[in-house]
C-alpha cells in the first residue's frame, strides 16, 4: 500500500471526506473509496474521479474542495495506488472492474453521474464503455489528459526526433523499477519537465511529486507495462454518452494528438479544450477549468435529469 505524503496545507491538501468505505471488485481486490460533500441531499449531482498511474484521491484535493461545496463527490485510489492494497492482476479489465464496483457502492440504482478520468483514469473509463454500469451511471464523461494507444511511440518525454530510438529510451524510463526516493529539488524539477507545464507554480509541483513519489516502486513498474501495451482504439467507440476532452498543449505524457483521436472517435463529443501551456497534470495546474468543465458537465448532463424526474 502507498505511503500517504500528500501536502498537508493548501489547497492541493486533501479534505477529509463525510465517509469512507471499500468496494470490493470481481477479483477481490479492495478498494479506498471517499464521498464528499451533501450526501444526503437528493439534489445534489454525482461525480465520480479516477486518477492516473501513481497517483491517489489526493490528486483531486482542488476539484474536491471546489465541487463538494453542492456535489456529491466520489474519489478512490486504484488498485495499489493510495490506500488500496495492490493486487496480483494488473490489466485494463481489472481497471473497468474496479470503477464498476465504485458506482454500485456508491450510487443508487439508476443515479447518475459525471465519471471523469485522468490519464490512467480516462484508460479505465474507456475499458468500461461497454460495461452495463457505467452505461447505467454515467450521464456524461470528462477524459483529462489521456489516450487510448501508442502512448510510448506519440510521448515527448525524450526531447528527441520519433523514432526507434524515442521509444526504447522512453520505455526504459517509463517502466524503471528504480525506487524515486524522497522528493528533493533534483527530483521536483525532473517531474516538473516530465509531466508539467512550464509555467507550473512550485506549490503545483510539490503537491504532484508528494503524490507520485508516494507510489510504491512495484505498483509503478507492474502498471507501467500495462500502459506500454495499452490498446483500448475500439473501446473509445463504445463510449456513447456525452464525453468531453481536455488536454494541455504543452503535455509530454500524453500529447495533444491523443486528445484529438479521442475527440474523433468519440460518438457524442462534448467539446475538445486544449490548455495552453499545460502538461500533463491538468486538474492541478489547471484547477478552476478543470472543475468549471465537471461542473458544465454536471448542470447539463445531471442536473437537468434530477429536475426532470422531480
Known sequence: MSRLTHVKSGPYSPSAPVRELTAVSADGARLH????????????????????????????????????????????????HGRSPAHTTCTTDALADDLEAVLAATLESGEKAVVVGHSMGGMTVIAASGRERLREHAAAVLLCSTGSSRLVA????????????????????LGARAPMGPVTPIARRILKYATMGPGSAPEMVEACARIVHACPRQVRY???????ALELDHAVRELTMPTAVIVGTADRMTPAVHARELAAALPDCAGLTELPGIGHMTPIEAPELVSGRIRELASAYVRAGLKEGA
Open 33 to 80: 473509496v471517499e464521498v464528499h460533500g451533501p450526501v444526503d441531499d437528493p439534489g445534489a449531482p454525482a461525480v465520480v474521479l479516477a486518477h492516473g498511474w501513481t497517483c491517489s484521491t489526493a490528486y483531486w484535493a482542488a476539484q474536491i474542495r471546489d465541487l463538494a461545496a453542492d456535489h456529491k463527490v466520489i474519489a478512490y485510489d486504484q488498485r495499489g
Open 222 to 228: 507492474a502498471w507501467s507495462h500495462v500502459l506500454d
Open 154 to 173: 506519440e510521448s515527448l518525454v525524450v526531447p528527441m526526433r520519433a523514432g526507434r530510438l524515442r521509444v526504447w529510451l522512453t520505455r526504459r524510463i
